[in-house]
């Protein structure tokens, strides 16, 4: 079964999203891109909105043995998400949790600071916040970045993705944010199968539509 719809690449897919997001009349006091793969997507939805460009981020957490398979995420302020059945299933104890946690919060926080390049973090407080990412599978990072500002006092978070198996997406609107996404096929094995153009984001290229 072939996907309703692809991407070219993801300034395409970022086009389409503002597109949706403007038809929605979304008020967006800022747009917070997940690196890198997030930052070409946020860029095009903040110059259609108006609105700031900035970033939020967040570090998976892998499995005992396993680094690649991810049982959680921990955002650049500590702000943790972890997927319970995942842990109990690999292992991964509260001892373990913590220990990665801390880590992957210090290298968040380091990936924060090179990204911003001196800037200070902006101040969320009472503002409406557009979270764009070129697609979700677990949701786990984005989860994370979520629980982060929600401890911000934001008025209104708004999650913009392309793309995501509805399950995922149908768990994070339980979250209490607003869920924009344009495709939630089935099957879904991976973001990637529903772009034309994938390729990997460079820092140096993601840190250019900051700068743009």
Known sequence: MQPSRRFTDRKDAGEQLADALTERAIDADIV???PRGGLPLGRAVADALEAPLDVVIAKKVGAPGN???????????GSVWHNEDACGATGADEDYVEEQRAVAAATAREKAKRYREGR????????TVVVVDD???TGS???ACLEKLQREATERIVLAVPVGPPETIDELASTGVDVVCLETPRPFQGVGQFY?????????EALSY???
């Open 210 to 212: 900051l700068d743009s």
């Open 196 to 204: 034309e153009d994938f390729r990997q984001v460079s820092d140096e």
């Open 135 to 137: 697609g979700v599978a």
């Open 141 to 143: 990072t984005v989860r």
């Open 120 to 127: 200070a973090e902006p101040d969320l407080t009472g503002k």
């Open 67 to 77: 680094p690649e398979y991810a049982i959680g995420a921990v955002a650049s302020d």
């Open 32 to 34: 917070l891109a997940i």
